[in-house]
């Protein structure tokens, strides 16, 4: 084949699977939706852009993915200008893999990380020989003018290298401001993916098909858990922008149900009683979901909400323990919590709540009270995590700084491991609560048969069904793992060597860097 084709950005998303256990077999399955923007944005001055999303592609293997490059890309296009990847931190090392073998292939090609990951600790992408530039917060503007070849040092946004005296020094340049107004930005590009082979994970949607959409960006909050690569400053997309792609999506793609992924929906309440009503007066055929706040929601907005479609919400309580709440600074009063859910029933509409297991100060007795009062509180559903101190947290950097993280291994980050070292609860000891919450949450006749007689659709019972799976395969493929053959595994990235000292801390020192600015807000 003759490879005279020149492609100026390619923009991919790492393969990702939790490393062990039920959750190993759970592929991711959301849009792109950041490297979508980032294209539609790009290709407005004439770039020409591609997305490989490599969970939608292939198996997870680094073999399999090399062999689908060099058949897609490599025999096609003889230089690619760009190429770009979004990180997280449970999906860096792959990403990592992945940037190395696309490099073997397109040596002379710019290697820019970006996403939450890479903004807060550039260094570490930086310190690989194959990464050449990290984005810090928002894209749009820093992918352009790298496109556009402006010199490093003149773009915002950027931490790059600069060889002095034979020495790499890693560089920041100046924080770039944000986009204050999200209406000006393109929607995704929708067409760069196909639509048909994602979904929201089980849980977030009632009917198919199903995608999800992401309407504002940053937080105004500062609870220590939490990262915010673009800063603090909460920015958004006005009602009449979210209602257009709305319609777009139901009238393009048939969507059913769509799952709203901002951190914090209903920041402002207009813009929300403003969407309600654009959905309501069209009669458009949709359902939706969102993530909240319980001190910022009302009885008349829940059921505002559901009159335009709204069948679920999130609430983030992580913990009932008011001292525990005021250290993470959740700012809010545990009692909200309780009103919010109840509100939540009376509108008609489903709640879930966020639970946390293995905060610092976190006890074994506070921690079955916890379960005690969820039970109590009878949501319709619960997510349990361990706590995980990402980079870019400020819980991150206090037990950093104190020698309180088990380890670096960013592949164990994906809240099922215990990484905090708690002189309260042993790593065993999370573990067996962080199951038992679920356990007895789930696992009661009277919830069982309440979930029953509400399916109203196949669909519903099949998210059901599989939930269910899922949850008693939790329960016990600690049992299993004893009777579970041991298998070869052959180039395949879960065959996980433990990092040496030297590794821990390297990547530890790399990372000091975590709390600088990453965006002017």
């Known amino acids: 084949m003759n490879k005279t084709e020149m492609l100026d950005c390619l923009l991919i998303f790492p393969p990702f699977v939790f490393p062990t256990g039920f959750y190993s077999k759970q592929r991711a399955c959301d849009p792109p939706l950041s490297l979508m923007s980032l294209a539609s944005y790009v290709r407005q001055y004439d ?7 490599c969970n939608t592609e292939f198996d997870e293997t680094d073999a399999e993915f090399e062999n689908y490059f060099v058949e897609n890309f490599v025999n096609k296009y003889s ?34 990380f970006g996403g939450a990951h890479a903004s807060f600790v550039p260094d570490e992408c930086l310190d690989k020989e194959y990464i050449d530039l990290v984005c810090i917060g928002e894209g749009e503007d820093t ?7 402006i010199p490093n040092g003149d773009i915002d946004g950027l931490a790059y290298k600069v060889n002095t005296d034979n020495e790499i020094q890693f560089v920041r340049s100046k924080a770039r401001q944000r986009n204050k107004n999200l209406d ?30 992401v309407t504002s960006r940053g937080c105004p909050w500062s609870c220590n858990f939490c990262r915010r690569p673009v800063g603090k400053m909460w920015t958004y997309r006005s009602a009449q922008s979210l209602f257009d792609e709305m319609k777009y999506l139901v009238e393009e ?21 403003d969407l309600c009503d654009l959905i309501i007066e069209s009669g458009i055929d949709l359902r939706w979901k969102c993530f909240a706040r319980a001190d910022i929601v009302s009885l008349k907005l829940l059921k505002r909400m559901n009159e335009a479609g709204c069948w679920g919400i999130m609430y ?34 489903e709640v879930r709540v966020c639970m946390m297991v293995g905060n610092v100060g976190d006890t074994e007795e506070i921690i ?97 069904f599989t939930a269910f799976l899922g949850l008693f395969y939790f329960m016990v493929e600690k049992v299993l793992h004893l009777f579970r053959p ?25 990372t000091e860097t975590a709390t600088k600015q990453t965006a002017i807000t």
């Open 316 to 349: 983030g309580v992580e913990n009932f323990d008011q001292k525990i709440l005021d250290d993470m600074k959740k700012g809010i009063e545990s009692h909200k919590n309780f009103e919010a859910v109840q509100w939540a029933k009376e509108a008609n509409i």
């Open 486 to 510: 041991k298998k070869t595994v052959n180039n395949s990235r879960n065959k996980k060597v433990p990092l040496s000292p030297s590794e821990e801390n390297k990547i530890k020192k790399l």
């Open 368 to 464: 079955n009270n916890n379960i005690d009062l969820l039970i109590k509180m009878d949501p319709d559903f619960i997510s349990v995590a361990i706590a995980t101190p990402f980079p870019g947290h400020d819980l991150y950097n206090w037990a950093s700084k104190r020698n309180l993280i088990s380890t670096y291994d960013w592949d164990l980050y994906y809240g099922s491991t215990p990484i905090l070292i708690l002189d309260t609860l042993s790593p065993e000891d999370i573990i067996r609560l962080y199951r038992k919450m679920t356990f007895k949450f789930y696992f009661r006749p009277g919830f069982i048969l309440k979930k029953a007689l509400r399916m109203r659709s196949f669909t519903e019972l099949w998210i059901n």
């Open 184 to 213: 000006d930005l393109p929607w995704p590009a929708y067409d760069l993916i196909d639509m048909s082979k994602y979904r929201p994970v089980l849980g977030s949607f009632k009917r198919l098909p199903a995608t999800m959409m």
């Open 143 to 149: 992918l352009k003018e790298v496109l556009d070849g």
């Open 47 to 53: 770039y020409s852009v591609m997305i490989l999303d």
């Open 253 to 273: 793609f048939g969507v059913k149900d769509i799952a709203i992924q901002d951190d914090v929906f209903t920041v402002n309440e207009q813009r929300v009683y």
């Open 79 to 112: 230089t690619i200008n760009v190429i770009g990847f979004n990180t997280t931190t449970p999906s860096i090392n792959a990403s990592f893999r992945v940037a190395e073998i696309c490099k073997k292939y397109y040596p002379d090609c710019k290697m820019i």
